[in-house]
């Protein structure tokens, strides 16, 4: 799905648990997500810094979508 | 003196040198010895194997006729008594793929001989035919011959000989699947290639994966702060009670939701379809699959221009790639059209 929207010119960031499936399918701005269950967020954490959490994956992926690349990037936040 | 092998060569009315498409529609006819490509062939077997026919026919008789002329070439084919059969190289030709692929399938299934044919990996015939005939893997053109004649004489022979062959060493594709037993079990087969790997050794996967081609990077944002944001998922984050009815698993649609009053995704309002991972987390608060309500945050602080008013969400889990890609194709399209610049793809 990335690499189908990518085609068209616009830039797509993927946030994604297994980054190795990403890495292999071909998507070029990738940022690692939490667990499969829940990518984005951490039920163990307390609401407000579970929402920081995310906010902070949210900002990685803002940086990867500004970020000029050739090749395959993994945007690391951890 | 021992009995030399008597080989047959299949091929077009091209390499016959009768003719290109306006000869095209002549009828299969046999004749005895080599023919063109034959004395290329000829060179490389050796003496102990003899090309005593060569069968041709028009690529378009033989395709706009198929069952005749299978038939046909198949009793011409026969009355040489042989022991195997070549057919073609038909490098990228799809016609003359197609008619490769069905005659050496026929031979091997009627005349239980083995049948060797060469062709280029894109050919319609391979996929037609690659299950059963020897197919050797050519380039796309008749430039290919000098390196596919070798190649395909050496298959032809050790098949004469009743040597094993493999798709590996042999250079053919892969047939219908064989059943062997291995030594050891699959897990202690699985621990091998994990310790090989991490001592940094080749091993070779039982499972490849698929090819996948790699798409051009698109151009980074210039300012973020003035972008318009699209979200989509292959989480399966949808209304709550699935208006779209998206299946849990092996999905035959996507959704397009619209947002533009939501300020973030709650238990009641949003839940996931997703069959393949515990939903009780996404259930529990949405925005940790789609996280519309630190975007929303970061819209207020004039960190991006805007979020698109729609998300689109799919359920991946066991959906095929040609699905995926339609989905997708069709998303983008609409991203086009409503501007979007950028977009946060979440998978889970």
Same mark, same amino acid.
């Given at each position: 799905?990335? @690499?189908?929207?990518?085609?068209?010119?616009?830039?797509?960031?993927?946030?994604?648990?297994?980054?190795?499936?990403?890495?292999?399918?071909?998507?070029?701005?990738?940022?690692?997500?939490?667990?499969?269950?829940?990518?984005?967020?951490?039920?163990?954490?307390?609401?407000?810094?579970?929402?920081?959490?995310?906010?902070?994956?949210?900002?990685?992926?803002? @940086?990867?979508?500004?970020?000029?690349?050739?090749?395959?990037?993994?945007?690391?936040?951890? | 003196?021992?009995?030399?092998?008597?080989?047959?060569?299949?091929?077009?009315?091209?390499?016959?040198?009768?003719?290109?498409?306006?000869?095209?529609?002549?009828?299969?006819?046999?004749?005895?010895?080599?023919?063109?490509?034959?004395?290329? *062939?000829?060179?490389?077997?050796?003496?102990?194997?003899?090309?005593?026919?060569?069968?041709?026919?028009?690529?378009?008789?033989?395709?706009?006729?198929?069952?005749?002329?299978?038939?046909?070439?198949?009793?011409?084919?026969?009355?040489?008594?042989?022991?195997?059969?070549?057919?073609?190289?038909?490098?990228?030709?799809?016609?003359?793929? +197609?008619?490769?692929?069905?005659? &050496? /399938?026929?031979?091997?299934?009627?005349? %239980?001989?083995?049948?060797?044919?060469? +062709?280029?990996?894109?050919?319609?015939?391979?996929?037609?035919?690659?299950?059963?005939?020897?197919?050797?893997?050519?380039?796309?053109?008749?430039?290919?011959?000098?390196?596919?004649?070798?190649?395909?004489?050496?298959?032809?022979?050790?098949?004469?000989?009743?040597?094993?062959?493999?798709?590996?060493?042999?250079?053919?594709?892969?047939?219908?699947?064989?059943? *062997?037993?291995?030594?050891?079990?699959?897990?202690?087969?699985?621990?091998? +290639?994990?310790?090989?790997?991490?001592?940094?050794?080749? *091993?070779?996967?039982?499972?490849?994966?698929?090819?996948?081609?790699?798409?051009?990077?698109?151009?980074?944002?210039?300012?973020?702060?003035?972008?318009?944001?699209?979200?989509?998922?292959?989480?399966?984050?949808?209304?709550?009670?699935?208006?779209? %009815?998206?299946?849990?698993?092996? &999905?035959?649609?996507?959704?397009?939701?619209?947002?533009?009053?939501?300020? /973030?995704?709650?238990?009641?309002?949003?839940?996931?379809?997703?069959?393949?991972?515990?939903? &009780?987390?996404?259930?529990?608060?949405?925005?940790?699959?789609?996280?519309?309500?630190?975007?929303?945050?970061?819209? &207020?602080?004039?960190?991006?221009?805007?979020? %698109?008013? %729609?998300?689109?969400?799919?359920?991946?889990?066991?959906?095929?790639?040609?699905?995926?890609?339609?989905?997708?194709?069709?998303?983008?399209?609409?991203?086009?059209?409503?501007?979007?610049?950028?977009?946060?793809?979440?998978?889970?």
């Amino acid at each position: 799905m990335v @690499k189908e929207i990518e085609k068209t010119g616009i830039p797509v960031v993927h946030i994604c648990t297994v980054v190795p499936i990403s890495l292999t399918v071909g998507a070029n701005r990738i940022v690692p997500a939490v667990a499969i269950p829940h990518p984005l967020g951490n039920p163990d954490l307390a609401p407000d810094e579970e929402k920081k959490l995310r906010r902070k994956i949210v900002e990685q992926a803002f @940086k990867a979508l500004t970020t000029p690349v050739t090749d395959q990037q993994v945007f690391e936040w951890n | 003196m021992t009995k030399k092998f008597r080989l047959v060569h299949y091929i077009n009315q091209f390499y016959a040198g009768i003719g290109g498409e306006d000869k095209a529609d002549v009828k299969p006819f046999a004749k005895d010895g080599v023919v063109g490509p034959g004395m290329a *062939f000829k060179n490389a077997l050796g003496d102990d194997s003899e090309i005593v026919g060569t069968v041709v026919c028009g690529d378009t008789y033989f395709n706009e006729n198929l069952e005749s002329a299978q038939k046909e070439v198949l009793a011409m084919i026969k009355q040489y008594e042989p022991d195997l059969v070549i057919a073609g190289p038909a490098f990228n030709a799809g016609r003359y793929g +197609m008619a490769c692929g069905a005659v &050496a /399938t026929e031979v091997m299934a009627q005349l %239980h001989i083995p049948a060797v044919t060469g +062709m280029y990996e894109e050919n319609p015939g391979l996929d037609m035919y690659r299950k059963d005939a020897y197919i050797v893997a050519t380039r796309n053109s008749a430039i290919g011959m000098r390196k596919a004649v070798p190649v395909m004489a050496k298959l032809a022979l050790k098949l004469l000989h009743g040597e094993e062959v493999s798709p590996d060493a042999d250079h053919y594709f892969v047939r219908h699947r064989k059943n *062997f037993t291995a030594e050891k079990r699959g897990s202690a087969r699985a621990v091998d +290639m994990l310790v090989k790997k991490l001592k940094g050794e080749d *091993f070779k996967t039982e499972y490849p994966m698929p090819a996948f081609d790699n798409v051009e990077p698109a151009p980074a944002l210039k300012d973020l702060s003035k972008a318009k944001i699209a979200l989509v998922t292959s989480g399966g984050i949808v209304p709550k009670g699935n208006p779209d %009815h998206i299946e849990s698993s092996s &999905a035959s649609k996507y959704g397009s939701y619209d947002i533009s009053d939501v300020k /973030t995704l709650t238990e009641e309002t949003y839940e996931t379809a997703h069959g393949g991972y515990d939903p &009780a987390y996404a259930n529990e608060n949405p925005n940790r699959v789609l996280p519309l309500d630190v975007i929303r945050d970061a819209q &207020a602080a004039g960190e991006i221009g805007s979020l %698109h008013d %729609h998300f689109y969400a799919t359920v991946g889990n066991g959906t095929s790639v040609a699905n995926a890609k339609k989905y997708a194709s069709e998303i983008a399209e609409k991203l086009r059209a409503d501007g979007v610049d950028a977009v946060i793809l979440t998978s889970t």
